[in-house]
């Protein structure tokens, strides 16, 4: 079967852009991608794309030109754009198509998300006690994780403080500010143990990929990373996920242990051969349980791992080179590629000061409500 690679990437700076909506967001995203592929809209041959707050994505077309390409949205929340990179990674392999474009982008309101419990199955009285705040369910979560296995504030307020150290050399990121450990540790308290600046914002944003077979990239002169593997998965019975109403007395495995171990199969590599990874934070309490849960480190060894630098730039496995979503903030649509393009990035060697030094394997998870997770295993071309 065809191997797949990404030969253009293009994104629109994350965070608040007053006067521009997220479809304009969206539609400079793609024609930076083109641009860097040197390749012209009538050339793409297919495209899946998504956004949750900004209409459909297909709406692009007409700003482009209605040259009839078929045009599939996708809607898997947070995991949208591992989902949209996944679909175009299976029309090119099963050699349907060689040639076509992966997008997503948002512009959410300034406050938390307001999700419908009755839009995800759930009754109207669990909204109503409060337990759609993704705060109080991430900061339940990651306190009962911080008493099983020795995770500590202090491990909480070193990922946030990395995160925006890391954004403050990302073109792309929103929080280009550094923020110290104290000042982080201290912040107003939102849900224990999560302070204010543990957390990522919604946000705007736009990324799009050009994704090729080899043969098609090499018949355009073109060169980019080769995507190893693409694997979503969704919750298993017994998982504890986002709008769970109840914790399984007998414990399931996550959603991104699932998608991981796919995804590590499909490419014929394990966590072990990983030289970048973008893992899902929607907190610092999310970063930490994600590195387990991927495969990365047992649960608990967190504590020790990330006190010595080790998923800072230039430690043994770099973590959120771009500032992850606590720098960047999260527009549900673009959210996942943003991970991947910044993988791009790095095994293209255009990070800048954040390049990870002899990255060859880029792996990033993204992860959405109500429990689906999207991995995808990336490699430097040769």
């Not at 078929?70 to 996944?86: E, H, K, P, R, Y």
């Not at 394990?270 to 893992?279: F, N």
């Not at 608990?300 to 630098?309: K, M, T």
């Amino acid at each position: 079967m065809n191997n797949v690679h990404i030969v253009g990437a293009g994104i629109h700076p994350f965070g608040r852009t007053e006067g521009s909506s997220g479809l304009d967001q969206g539609i400079y995203a793609i024609r930076k991608a083109l641009a860097d592929a040197g390749v012209d809209w009538a050339d793409i041959q297919f495209a899946f794309g998504g956004s949750s707050a900004s209409g459909s994505a297909d709406a692009v077309l007409p700003h482009l030109g209605l040259t009839g390409t078929q045009f599939i949205n996708v809607d898997n929340g947070c995991a949208t754009g591992g989902s949209a990179l996944l679909s175009g990674y299976t029309a090119i392999k099963s050699g349907e198509f060689e040639l076509g474009i992966v997008l997503g982008f948002d512009k959410h309101p300034r406050g938390a998300f307001n999700i419908d419990p009755e839009s995800a199955g759930l009754p109207r009285w669990y909204g109503e006690t409060g337990m759609m705040l993704t705060t109080q369910f991430f900061a339940m979560k990651i306190q009962r994780y911080m008493n099983l296995h020795g995770i500590s504030s202090m491990t909480l307020a070193r990922v946030a403080e990395k995160a925006f150290e890391n954004g403050a050399v990302t073109p792309h990121s929103w929080r280009k500010t550094p923020v110290d450990i104290d000042t982080i540790l201290n912040s107003q308290m939102v849900s224990d143990p999560l302070t204010k600046f543990m957390f990522c914002s919604p946000a705007e944003g736009g990324v799009a990929m050009i994704v090729a077979s080899e043969n098609k990239m090499r018949e355009l002169g073109l060169s980019g990373p080769r995507v190893r593997s693409a694997a979503v998965r969704t919750r298993p019975e017994g998982s504890f996920e986002v709008f769970a109403p109840a914790l399984e007395i007998e414990r399931g495995k996550s959603a991104t242990q699932l998608a991981a171990a796919a995804a590590f199969e499909m490419a014929g590599l394990g966590p072990e051969d990983v030289d970048v990874a973008q893992l899902q934070d929607t907190e610092s309490g999310a970063e930490i349980m994600h590195m387990a849960e991927n495969g990365f480190c047992d649960d608990g060894d967190q504590e020790e791992l990330i006190a010595n630098g080790g998923t800072r730039i230039g430690g043994k496995l770099p973590v959120n080179t771009d500032g992850g979503c606590i720098a960047c903030g999260e527009p549900i649509g673009a959210s996942g590629l943003r991970q991947i393009y910044e993988n791009v990035e790095q095994l293209r060697g255009r990070a800048d000061q954040r390049q990870v030094a002899g990255a060859r394997i880029a792996y990033s998870q993204v992860y959405g409500t109500p429990g689906i997770s999207g991995c995808v295993v990336l490699e430097q071309s040769t």
